[in-house]
């Protein structure tokens, strides 16, 4: 029996033009897949890592974060569909061997994503105050749901840049490094909610902002690897325009759209679930929060091999 190729001879045979049989087609699905489904799920375990340190505070903190976990969900699919939106362009350039066309489109991507997320971010700061309310959360805990959500939203850069780099890279078939790296930042997230929330005392304040640390270690690690460690897409050394073009502008609109719409609807349904919840009480919300989460663990093997 021919012995099976490894993923990046195989992605080379994609970039030539070569045929693949059905056995190194299926070994290549799998050994893709398998690290992008640990990615997928370790971006769920953040928020189960939050509200699990939490709770031990009480049922009133773990509610707190559970009250606008499905937001951030919503606003974290946006930025995901953003990032898709260029990511399939830079695949499609790689597989057709042209690598300065995606690392053109790769510069415009980090200028769009940055604005973006800045988008993102300063809408989830002015609703933070409201949000709680909205939700039909009750004075007892919509101060520190308040609080958690605005630093989560200003965190969103972090995220949207550890999205971006990790898609590009895995794009270029590097799988190993955007799984590492998410792995150590939900082992980081635990690192962080530990000093902030039991030895600085700061609660569910303190949560978000050892999240938002680990995020920020994470993309900052990545971007590294991107940038400069990529043989494929690195940008050290290769000069060239950052400016956005209109064309590959309106290519990661009919791109992302659709999986835009799809993260609104998907979000809208998750935010009415809470909205329904929510007056049944601050121990009805804490445990519809960690039931969606512990859910949600249940799909992100399809989004991976997707």
């Avoid at 699990?52 to 976990?69: C, N, P, R, T, W």
């Avoid at 800045?118 to 004075?139: A, D, Q, R």
């Avoid at 930042?185 to 909610?193: A, E, G, K, Q, R």
């Avoid at 039991?198 to 270690?217: C, Q």
């Amino acid at each position: 029996m021919q012995k099976l190729k490894n993923s990046e001879l195989l992605l080379s045979y994609i970039r030539e033009g070569r045929t693949m049989t059905q056995r190194e087609k299926l070994w290549l699905i799998v050994s893709l897949s398998i690290p992008s489904i640990l990615a997928q799920i370790s971006a769920t375990v953040m928020f189960f890592i939050d509200a699990s340190m939490v709770g031990h505070l009480g049922a009133k903190a773990s509610a707190a974060i559970g009250l606008v976990e499905t937001t951030g969900w919503l606003m974290g699919g946006l930025g995901s569909a953003a990032n898709m939106g260029f990511s399939v362009q830079v695949a499609h350039f790689i597989g057709a061997n042209d690598m300065e066309a995606a690392r053109r489109v790769l510069r415009q991507s980090i200028v769009c994503c940055i604005i973006w997320a800045l988008v993102i971010s300063i809408t989830s700061l002015c609703i933070s105050p409201y949000l709680p309310y909205w939700l039909g959360g009750n004075e007892e805990i919509a101060h520190d749901a308040s609080l958690y959500f605005a630093i989560f939203g200003l965190s969103g850069i972090f995220f949207q840049m550890e999205g971006l780099a990790g898609s590009m890279l895995k794009c270029s078939g590097n799988m190993k490094i955007p799984s590492v790296l998410n792995i150590g930042m939900c082992v980081m997230d635990v690192v962080f909610n530990y000093l902030f929330i039991y030895i600085l005392e700061m609660g569910v304040v303190g949560a978000a902002i050892g999240t938002g640390l680990a995020m920020l270690v994470t993309a900052s690690a990545m971007m590294y690897f991107l940038i400069v460690k990529s043989k494929m897409l690195a940008l050290i050394g290769r000069p060239g325009s950052f400016k956005p073009k209109e064309d590959t502008i309106r290519t990661a609109v009919k791109i992302g759209a659709p999986m835009g719409l799809q993260h609104l609807l998907m979000g809208g349904a998750y935010i009415v679930s809470t909205v329904i919840v929510a007056p049944l009480g601050t121990i009805a919300i804490a445990a519809h929060s960690l039931a969606i989460t512990v859910e949600s663990l249940c799909y992100m093997p399809g989004y991976g091999i997707a």
